[in-house]
């Protein structure tokens, strides 16, 4: 077995190589730059997504905070006050 294993190995070692190994990494990172370009695109989307996301909501928490409604009866708008909701009609 172990023979057999020796031989194939040699008879591997004195065959050419059928392709030069060179320039190999060099394809393998056009490959993977090629398909890392749609990957980053869709990042670059999200971002902009997110972001719109995040100034609508600031923009809408913004107009929330500046029209506060106080329903409370010991609020300062006089339209609540116990004395006028007592009051009576006439």
Same mark, same amino acid.
């Not at 077995?1 to 190999?24: F, Q, T, V, W």
């Not at 928490?61 to 006050?81: C, E, G, K, M, Q």
């Given at each position: !077995? %172990?023979?057999?294993? @020796? !031989?194939?190995?040699?008879?591997?070692?004195?065959?050419? !190589? @059928? /392709?030069?190994?060179?320039?190999?990494?060099?394809?393998?990172?056009?490959?993977? @730059? =090629?398909?890392?370009?749609? &990957?980053?695109? +869709?990042? /670059?989307?999200?971002?902009? &997504?997110? %972001? %719109?996301? !995040?100034?609508?909501? =600031? &923009?809408?928490?913004?107009? =929330?905070? /500046?029209?506060?409604? @106080?329903?409370?009866?010991?609020?300062?708008?006089? =339209? +609540? &006050?116990?004395?006028?909701? +007592? %009051?009576?009609?006439?």
């Amino acid at each position: !077995m %172990a023979d057999k294993l @020796d !031989m194939a190995l040699a008879g591997l070692r004195a065959s050419p !190589m @059928d /392709r030069r190994l060179d320039d190999l990494s060099v394809h393998v990172w056009k490959k993977l @730059d =090629a398909q890392a370009e749609p &990957a980053q695109s +869709l990042w /670059r989307w999200r971002t902009i &997504a997110l %972001a %719109a996301v !995040m100034l609508c909501g =600031a &923009a809408v928490s913004a107009v =929330a905070a /500046r029209t506060v409604h @106080d329903t409370s009866p010991f609020s300062v708008r006089a =339209a +609540l &006050a116990p004395s006028t909701l +007592l %009051a009576e009609e006439g």
